[in-house]
């Protein structure tokens, strides 16, 4: 498949991963300090015009509301890109972090756990989980017991493919974090020290 063939929601994937870091970030006060850096990641990314780039930077990043609603555009734009993928696309997607943690050989093996839900995607066996836990947390009497029994018996079956997603989206966010979290030390540590240096009476 050439990069003209794929669809949107693989090149939406890329394209907004670090929206996706921006917005885990956003979940933990001590990591909020790091969103500016995981977005500027993201924009430059774009591969758009430099002063385009600069005039959203200008405008997300003036206020605190601004870094918030961009973070939660674009990590968005990551979820709906993300539950759009077949289970075979996520797993070539994820494959290379399967490689780095199991080598290629058994990488190829696992391929086969993923065959085993052809013809869903991510999107779909996520509301299947969602829609089996409401029917089973259900306190209204709108289900019998046959119906909670089928949706145990979904969540049974769907409980390993959803675990490894997660786990697998997790370390994906653990292998970026790095690179979002960069620039963000680069100015605090030169904050830190020009600003030392510049009130340092001769």
Do not use: W
């Amino acid at each position: 498949m050439t990069e003209e063939q794929k669809p949107k929601y693989l090149e939406d994937l890329t394209r907004y991963q670090y929206a996706n870091v921006a917005g885990r970030f956003m979940m933990n006060k001590e990591d909020s300090r790091f969103i500016p850096g995981a977005l500027e990641k993201m924009v430059d990314s774009f591969g758009i015009d430099k002063d385009m780039i600069e005039g959203f930077k200008a405008g997300a990043f003036a206020s605190k509301e601004g870094v918030e609603t961009a973070t939660k555009i674009y990590a968005q734009k990551y979820h709906q890109a993300l539950e759009n993928l077949s289970l075979s696309e996520f797993y070539d997607v994820r494959s290379g972090t399967l490689k780095s943690l199991f080598g290629d050989e058994k990488a190829e093996e696992y391929k086969s756990f993923f065959g085993k839900y052809e013809g869903q995607t991510v999107g779909s066996i996520v509301k299947k989980i969602t829609q089996s836990q409401t029917i089973i947390n259900d306190q209204t009497g709108l289900f019998d017991e046959e119906k909670k029994k089928e949706a145990k018996k979904t969540l049974e079956k769907y409980a390993s493919i959803s675990n490894v997603i997660k786990l697998l989206e997790d370390r994906n966010f653990e292998e970026l974090r790095s690179g979002a979290t960069k620039l963000t030390y680069k100015e605090l540590i030169k904050k830190e020290i020009e600003g030392e240096e510049n009130g340092i009476e001769e």
